[in-house]
């Protein structure tokens, strides 16, 4: 009894990977095709479509992040050149704005933009009203917005944020604190600090992906 047991606890758990991988795939197509943004949402509409409905078979939203990446590798190879092009972008702006010694977030920079991804940058100052008098002194017209962000474990904060569009692109920035130079605020993928690059890391990053495409790795 105690080896059917273990056989039929090992097959539960073959088929909870089963339907994590296949939710985690399904997830990563509605984000891909359909354009939904939230993780949490991408993989509640995925778990009605595959009718499963079992918490153990939700994937982590670093699963569908994964799983998306390859997807966009698979299946959208437009996203290459969209991705260099927002990454380019990404740099001039953050020459642009380097006054507030800016970092590029989000897709742009894990790699996981498409043809409609905004290039999302935060700003920093102590100054709430130094980005928007930046901005109009360059007569950048931009629309003020407010986001909600996880500073760290204890702390929530609703922060400015300024879109504008330049180059045909759609820019997001997020205007926090200096003292969040310090530590990131908290990825809504997974809870941990996002992941941020400066002009110089992205600089990097530009220039071995060059050395990549001359060579074919």
């Not at 190879?77 to 970092?103: I, K, S, W, Y």
């Not at 996002?194 to 890391?201: E, V």
Request: proline share 6%.
């Amino acid at each position: 009894m105690p080896h059917a047991r273990q056989h039929a606890h090992q097959h539960a758990l073959t088929r909870t990977r089963e339907r994590r991988h296949r939710l985690a795939h399904e997830a990563a197509r509605l984000m891909a095709e359909g354009g939904i943004r939230d993780y949490h949402q991408a993989k509640l509409k995925a778990a009605e479509r595959l009718g499963i409905f079992d918490d153990a078979s939700l994937p982590r939203n670093r699963e569908i992040e994964d799983a998306l990446r390859e997807y966009q590798r698979l299946f959208q190879r437009e996203n290459v050149p969209a991705l260099r092009q927002r990454r380019e972008a990404a740099l001039r702006a953050m020459e642009f704005f380097d006054g507030f010694q800016p970092r590029l977030v989000g897709p742009v920079l894990d790699g996981t933009a498409d043809v409609r991804s905004p290039v999302a940058l935060h700003l920093f100052s102590d100054d709430p009203d130094a980005a928007p008098r930046f901005l109009e002194q360059h007569g950048i017209p931009a629309e003020s917005r407010s986001r909600r962000v996880r500073l760290d474990r204890e702390r929530v904060a609703d922060v400015p944020v300024w879109v504008f569009t330049a180059e045909d692109l759609a820019f997001d920035l997020t205007v926090l604190p200096l003292d969040g130079l310090r530590q990131a605020p908290l990825s809504s993928v997974d809870e941990k600090p996002m992941k941020r690059a400066s002009a110089s890391q992205l600089r990097q990053m530009l220039a071995e992906e060059e050395i990549q495409g001359y060579t074919g790795t």
